[in-house]
């Protein structure tokens, strides 16, 4: 951990003021999908501490996605809550937008959980409530392939099913945040169609620019935006279209997306991986989620937490004001909170 933080530590200085800054001044960097390693061990959990010193206030670490089961997410959940509950002068688990403030205030970073799925759901909307109740505070729809509730991204997608919307309409009660990342195109917009509180794309990229299927038309980005959601601009090289996962590269997708619906509907969630070498084997033992024809090969390099200052550099030599670069952060994915939570 500590080679870690040394070998970052010139990156941060050079943005560390413009980042601080404009938290000083009410903003809140809110990364909206991270993903640990999904096993009941440390080793990699100390790594949060590079979001906090790289100027984050809130994350959202993945704990389950695809075809994993119920007893897999709660064992996840479980284990990632007793840690921070160890780290407690660090980190919090925050129920509401005014724990986010206070943890800020405090400097702590809060972390919230998603699924990436609604397999962890099964048949049983009920479920919904208690992964809320341990913090899970988003959930999409399906992971690039199909499940009981909709269509995904890589797929014959055959659209939102009658147990996708009970789920939805369970989610919208209890306060989670609905997020159609992953999720096939039809599918998509069925709950664009449906949903009555704002939908997220949480870590999607213009397809406009990058053509993928795991990225998204301007059709879905303007849906999104009318729901009152948020598109997350995400940190893959193969889905940026620059393998090297370059600010520049990030940049040039919130300048598109910010054009295209709005700057008050775009964020960033890197969907950055800390095991990057256990990400490349995942990906070469499941061709049936990533197929290699479309482009899921070796080198998968992903834009890191450390390139947060950078980004906020980039974007006001790029003519933003302060107050949009503080949306664009994290206040939009604050607001959609302030919205959706209970």
């Known amino acids: 951990m500590v080679r870690v933080m040394k070998q970052h530590n010139a990156e ?18 809110w990364d909206n999908h991270l993903c640990m390693p999904l096993r009941c061990e440390d080793s990699f959990l100390p790594d949060l501490e590079r979001c906090r010193v790289s ?103 055959q659209g939102l099913t009658d147990l996708g919307r009970r789920i939805i309409d369970e ?72 393998m090297s996962a370059s600010t520049d590269a990030i940049v040039r997708h919130l300048d598109y997306a910010v054009e295209r619906i709005g700057v008050d509907h775009v964020g960033l969630s890197l969907d950055y991986c800390f095991d990057e070498a256990e990400l490349e084997n995942y990906i070469k033992a499941h061709p049936e989620l990533f197929p290699p024809e479309q482009g899921y090969t070796s080198g998968f390099t992903i834009a890191r937490p450390e390139q947060y200052p950078e980004i906020t550099d980039a974007l006001l030599e790029r003519g933003y004001d302060e107050k949009d670069v503080a949306k664009i952060l994290g206040l939009n994915f604050l607001r959609v909170a302030e919205q959706v939570w209970r």
């Open 12 to 29: 941060l200085q050079a943005g560390a003021r413009a980042i601080d800054h404009i938290r000083a001044a009410g903003g809140v960097v």
């Open 55 to 157: 100027g984050l206030d809130v994350v959202s670490l993945n704990v389950g996605f695809g075809d994993q089961s119920i007893e897999e997410h709660i064992r996840i959940l479980a284990y990632f809550r007793a840690w921070i509950s160890r780290h407690a002068d660090k980190y919090v688990i925050p129920r509401t937008v005014a724990d986010i403030r206070a943890a800020k205030a405090a400097g702590k970073l809060s972390v919230v959980f998603d699924i990436e799925g609604m397999r962890a759901v099964d048949e049983e909307p009920a479920l919904v409530q208690l992964y809320y109740d341990l913090g899970v505070k988003w959930m999409l729809v399906a992971y690039n392939r199909n499940n009981k509730a909709g269509g995904g991204c890589q797929d014959d997608d």
């Open 171 to 242: 989610m919208e009660r209890v306060g989670m945040v609905v997020c159609c990342s992953h999720t096939g195109y039809r599918t998509a917009r069925e709950v664009l169609e449906y949903a009555r509180k704002p939908v997220l794309f949480s870590h999607s990229n213009p397809r406009a620019l990058v053509e993928h299927p795991r990225n998204i038309p301007d059709d879905l980005m303007d849906s999104c935006a009318a729901t009152g959601g948020v598109v997350g601009i995400n940190g893959v090289g193969k889905f940026l279209g620059d």
